[in-house]
């Protein structure tokens, strides 16, 4: 168990909605980091929180958007679901501060599927 | 060319081989690479991380990296079906503004 959570474990919509996924960060870690895992595309980083700023951006779509609230937790919000958009998304926290760390520790993952 | 490749597999074993692992890359900015273990329906993890080139190793793991030739490898010495599970390599410069590239992820399955 890398003490990170995230919720909810599946997820099934359907397209055009908007869904909300959460992530609580291991305790103490302040940086927060998104990823999208597809068969196609791997593991995709889409975007880096630390202490409630955003941090760095990577792959992510602009119909995507996330935020870091003051106890820490994460949610990451995709709007306008397509069916592409169905994959595997994980939240890893990190202690380190600037920029992408080597040591990231990984949730187990919300299973988004957009039918 | 894409900044990271890696071999899918699946790559199957006995139990007790010697497994190697590869990936190659194309940025030569790239200072830290990693390895992470993922089971299938978890979240990966992190076994190993090098900076620079070099060999590291832990316990049955080792971790090698060629920066002129732009390839690392992650071997593991009496393998067992516990190590069945996909191995993702990731590389970074770890500049600030900087991210980390992962590989597709090799299936790896070890034959009892």
């Known amino acids: 168990d890398s003490g990170v959570t995230q919720t909810p474990k599946h997820l099934i919509t359907a397209t055009g909605q908007r869904v909300t996924l959460r992530c609580s960060p291991r305790s103490g870690d302040l940086s927060v980091y998104w990823y999208q895992q597809s068969l196609d595309q791997g593991l995709q980083f889409l975007i880096q929180y630390y202490n409630g700023e955003e941090r760095a951006k990577g792959n992510i779509l602009e119909r995507f958007s996330a935020q870091q609230f003051p106890d820490l937790h994460s949610e990451l919000n995709l709007s306008s679901l397509e069916l592409g958009d169905s994959a595997l998304y994980f939240c890893?926290?990190?202690?380190?501060?600037?920029?992408?760390?080597?040591?990231?520790?990984f949730g187990p993952g919300t299973r988004l599927t957009v039918t | 060319q894409k900044e990271v490749e890696q071999d899918p597999g699946p790559l199957s074993v006995p139990e007790g081989a010697i497994v190697s692992l590869n990936c190659t890359y194309s940025?030569?900015?790239?200072?830290?690479f990693m390895w992470y273990r993922q089971y299938s329906r978890k979240g990966p993890e992190l076994l190993m991380y090098?900076?620079?080139?070099g060999n590291k190793e832990d316990g049955r793991f080792t971790a090698q990296v060629d920066k002129s030739s732009k390839y690392i490898s992650l071997f593991i010495r009496d393998s067992q079906p516990s190590d069945s599970a996909t191995y993702l390599c990731?590389?970074?410069?770890?500049?600030?503004?900087?991210?980390?590239?992962f590989g597709k992820g090799t299936r790896l399955h070890i034959l009892p």
């Open positions: 090098t900076y620079s080139s």
């Open positions: 990731a590389m970074s410069s770890m500049n600030r503004d900087d991210k980390i590239i």
């Open positions: 940025n030569s900015a790239f200072q830290y």
């Open positions: 890893a926290s990190s202690t380190l501060a600037g920029g992408p760390s080597y040591e990231q520790y």
